[in-house]
């Protein structure tokens, strides 16, 4: 009888199981992810977290048919309707990509607690009382640092053959002898001031006579606003070009200067500009969006609750630099391991204070007030509380630990903003 009763309960048992794994199966089939992106393929920024997220979801065993999509979604409240009706279609997770879509994100949340909202590169889901509105960047100004120092070690060959110097490239110097770096940036961000402040320590790192004048085309994405002031930058003597803007625009305009015998070499953006500078082309900061979407996509479909804030670097492979160039010297791939290797090994700070001054002199202390302002009236007002932190620890600047979205603004010496207002 125990046996026939053990036999029993064990075939219940299996039944049960069974029962289970297809009770987990159809709540994954069934799960879906809403996608809201600022542009489309075609933009480099929106093609790699395009990438990221269909390698993420491919990784989870989710098919095509689990993820919609909006493209070319505006930062107005185009962002807010796209959002419902992604709601309406059974979404789960919904994500937005661009900083401005974030308010519409937060306008439509708290009407769906049971779904988790993303804005990603957003800074006030930890302050604002939404449960379910999270935020998430990565450490890109790594990956900038070290495409610096890939930038500087090209720089250090040209002066060493003499390709670059006084004689052969006046116009390359400053006032003060320094040699003339280019940055095209979109916008006087945090994030932008940020990236390009990590890239100009990442080439001085190697060539410490440098200065580099940023100028901004106050856009995140316009060919050819971009390549005419890469043209303007490139014309000015600036022999490296560097960009926080999202287009082809500015390696085109130096593979075209290269063309017509102009020293000059881009560092881009997102993606591999090598098909459009194949010269001129030395490698780019890149984001490996992957990872963050894999970890985000899982936690909510296993019924877990999603981090506010959200942050890795290269302790996670969640950033990079693309493939380098034929136009990069040599031995720069050994010299970019062990930069990384440095970073990942806590030994390298980006923004260590022994390596840059402001006004002349050293600093020690760095507080930021990590309130949500609204600077759109006359008078600007609070909207979400956040406290007032001191970023410096251990003789840096912390940079995306305090939140997710950048916060280091310092303008430091050797960097000028030509056009900031």
């Not at 593979?255 to 459009?276: P, R, T």
């Not at 970019?336 to 980006?350: F, Q, S």
């Amino acid at each position: 009888m125990k046996r026939i009763t053990a036999l029993f309960l064990a075939a219940v048992m299996i039944v049960l199981s069974a029962a289970s794994l297809t009770a987990c199966g159809n709540k994954t089939s069934d799960f879906k992810v809403g996608v809201i992106l600022v542009g489309d393929a075609t933009e480099g920024y929106t093609k790699a977290h395009i990438d990221g997220i269909q390698a993420a979801a491919k990784k989870l065993g989710l098919a095509d048919s689990q993820i919609e999509w909006k493209y070319s979604v505006p930062e107005t409240s185009d962002c807010a309707n796209a959002a419902e009706d992604l709601v309406d279609k059974g979404c789960k997770i919904v994500i937005s990509n661009s900083y401005g879509h974030q308010n519409y994100m937060a306008e439509v949340a708290p009407k769906y607690p049971d779904v988790t909202f993303v804005a990603m590169t957003g800074d006030f889901a930890a302050i604002s009382g939404i449960a379910n509105l999270c935020n998430a960047f990565t450490k890109v100004y790594e990956s900038r640092y070290v495409s610096g120092v890939v930038a500087g070690l090209k720089l250090k060959e040209l002066l060493d053959k003499g390709t670059v110097s006084k004689d052969a490239t006046p116009n390359a110097y400053d006032a003060d002898g320094n040699i003339k770096i280019g940055y095209v940036g979109a916008y006087p961000y945090a994030e932008v001031v940020s990236g390009y402040t990590a890239f100009f320590l990442g080439i001085r790192s190697v060539v410490s006579n440098v200065s580099m004048s940023v100028q901004y085309t106050k856009s995140w994405f316009n060919y050819e606003d971009e390549k005419t002031v890469a043209n303007a930058l490139i014309d000015s003597g600036c022999v490296i070009i560097g960009q926080h803007a999202d287009s082809t625009g500015a390696p085109t305009a130096c593979e075209d200067a290269v063309k017509n015998g102009k020293v000059v070499f881009s560092v881009g953006y997102n993606v591999d500009m090598l098909q459009a500078a194949p010269t001129a082309a030395l490698t780019s900061a890149t984001n490996n969006w992957e990872v963050y979407y894999e970890h985000a996509i899982k936690t909510v479909m296993d019924g877990k609750k999603l981090e506010q804030d959200w942050a890795q670097g290269y302790e996670s492979n969640s950033v990079a630099i693309t493939a380098l160039g034929k136009s990069a010297a040599e031995g720069t791939q050994a010299k970019v391991d062990e930069v990384v290797a440095a970073i990942k090994g806590g030994t390298l700070h980006v923004f260590d204070l022994k390596t840059f001054t402001v006004g002349g002199a050293a600093i020690s202390s760095n507080i930021v007030d990590f309130s949500y302002m609204d600077f759109s009236g006359a008078t600007p007002r609070v909207v979400y509380q956040g406290q007032q932190q001191e970023t410096v620890k251990n003789g840096y600047v912390e940079e995306s630990v305090l939140r997710s979205a950048p916060y280091f603004s310092i303008r430091i010496d050797g960097i000028t903003e030509l056009n900031p207002n």
